[in-house]
């Protein structure tokens, strides 16, 4: 079974309108969809409307949501991130994710396709595809 740890974008774009494409992800059989407190809050600081709050409300109904939490810098290893994505990736190695699903190019793009700290990053995209 995969566990997939969705990122703040991954959340926001799932919520921000309904039927949004994106949320097939809620629909796939043998996922497991995590995430962590970090990323929720992100998404619903970015959410505009209460539909959109509630959206959000209703599809982590289906997403275990972890505490957040970050590695210690002695842990890093040679992954080259900003501070305030560390969180992220911290919260799917943390919580033991198998991918990390995030529509963040600018940060993570350099390492889409590839593991880092256990974990295979990818855009939802690339996962939907590749679970048709």
Do not use: C
Not at 49 to 69: H, I, P
Not at 79 to 91: H, Q, T, Y
């Amino acid at each position: 079974m995969d566990r997939l740890f969705l990122d703040a974008n991954v959340l926001f774009s799932a919520a921000y309108r309904e039927a949004a494409g994106i949320q097939r992800l809620w629909e796939l059989p043998g996922a497991e969809l995590l995430t962590s407190t970090y990323a929720v809050e992100e998404a619903r600081r970015n959410l505009s409307t209460s539909s959109q709050r509630k959206r959000l409300d209703t599809l982590l109904e289906d997403v275990d949501v972890r505490a957040a939490g970050t590695l210690p810098t002695s842990l890093r290893g040679d992954v080259d991130l900003r501070e305030k994505d560390w969180p992220i990736l911290s919260g799917a190695v943390l919580s033991e994710a198998t991918h990390l699903l995030t529509g963040d190019v600018r940060d993570f793009g350099p390492y889409f396709g590839k593991s880092i700290l256990g974990v295979r990053v990818l855009p939802p995209s690339h996962y939907l595809r590749s679970a048709s």
